[in-house]
C-alpha cells in the first residue's frame, strides 16, 4: 500500500468514512463518493482532491472490519511500529502527492490521535511528528524525506 490508516484495534467502516470526511472538511479538501462507492468486497472507495499548483488526489479504500479482523488479504498485514502491533484500516495503492498526505495527515491525525499514517510500510507519521512539522515550518516540499530519516 502506498499510504495506510493504521490502528490498534479494528474499527467501523463508518466511524473511519466518518473520521476522513471530517478531516477532508476540516483541510479543505474536496471528497467525492460515487454511487458505485462499495466494491463487492465491502470496501468502500471514495476519492480526495485539492488543486494546489497542480491538482492532487488521493483514491482511498476504507477496509471492512471484519477484513482487519481476518487479514485474509496479502495487503492487510499486522504493521509493528515502535514495539505495538497496527491494523490498516483504511489505505491507498499510492503515495505520490506530498501535498494533500499532509494535510489529511494532520487533520486526520489531530481528530485521531491514536491512528498512525503510514506511506509505504517506511515512513510513520504520528500526531505528534506532524504537529511538529506544523509548528516550525508547516507544509514544504520533502517533508516526508525528512520524517523518513527519523523513521
Given at each position: 500500500m502506498g499510504l495506510?490508516?493504521?490502528s490498534?484495534?479494528?474499527?467501523n467502516s463508518e466511524?473511519i468514512?466518518?473520521?476522513?470526511?471530517?478531516?477532508?472538511l476540516?483541510s479543505?479538501l474536496?471528497?467525492f463518493?460515487?454511487?458505485?462507492?462499495?466494491?463487492?468486497?465491502?470496501?468502500v472507495?471514495?476519492?480526495i482532491?485539492?488543486?494546489?499548483e497542480n491538482e492532487?488526489?488521493?483514491t482511498?479504500?476504507?477496509?471492512?472490519?471484519?477484513?482487519?479482523?481476518?487479514?485474509?488479504e496479502?495487503?492487510l498485514?499486522?504493521i509493528t511500529?515502535q514495539?505495538?502491533?497496527?491494523l490498516m484500516?483504511?489505505g491507498?495503492?499510492d503515495?505520490?502527492?506530498?501535498?494533500i498526505i499532509?494535510d489529511?495527515?494532520?487533520s486526520?491525525?489531530?481528530?485521531?490521535?491514536?491512528?498512525?499514517?503510514s506511506?509505504?510500510d517506511?515512513?510513520?507519521?504520528?500526531l505528534?511528528?506532524?504537529?511538529n512539522?506544523?509548528t516550525k515550518?508547516g507544509?514544504?516540499?520533502?517533508?516526508m524525506?525528512e520524517l523518513?530519516?527519523?523513521c
Amino acid at each position: 500500500m502506498g499510504l495506510s490508516i493504521l490502528s490498534q484495534k479494528a474499527i467501523n467502516s463508518e466511524e473511519i468514512l466518518s473520521g476522513i470526511t471530517m478531516a477532508s472538511l476540516a483541510s479543505n479538501l474536496s471528497l467525492f463518493i460515487s454511487e458505485n462507492a462499495i466494491n463487492e468486497d465491502g470496501r468502500v472507495e471514495l476519492e480526495i482532491k485539492k488543486m494546489y499548483e497542480n491538482e492532487e488526489f488521493l483514491t482511498v479504500d476504507i477496509i471492512p472490519k471484519r477484513e482487519q479482523i481476518e487479514q485474509r488479504e496479502k495487503d492487510l498485514l499486522n504493521i509493528t511500529y515502535q514495539q505495538q502491533n497496527y491494523l490498516m484500516i483504511a489505505g491507498t495503492s499510492d503515495a505520490y502527492f506530498e501535498h494533500i498526505i499532509y494535510d489529511l495527515s494532520l487533520s486526520y491525525l489531530r481528530l485521531n490521535p491514536d491512528n498512525i499514517i503510514s506511506i509505504y510500510d517506511e515512513i510513520f507519521i504520528t500526531l505528534e511528528s506532524i504537529n511538529n512539522i506544523e509548528t516550525k515550518v508547516g507544509y514544504y516540499s520533502g517533508w516526508m524525506k525528512e520524517l523518513k530519516k527519523e523513521c
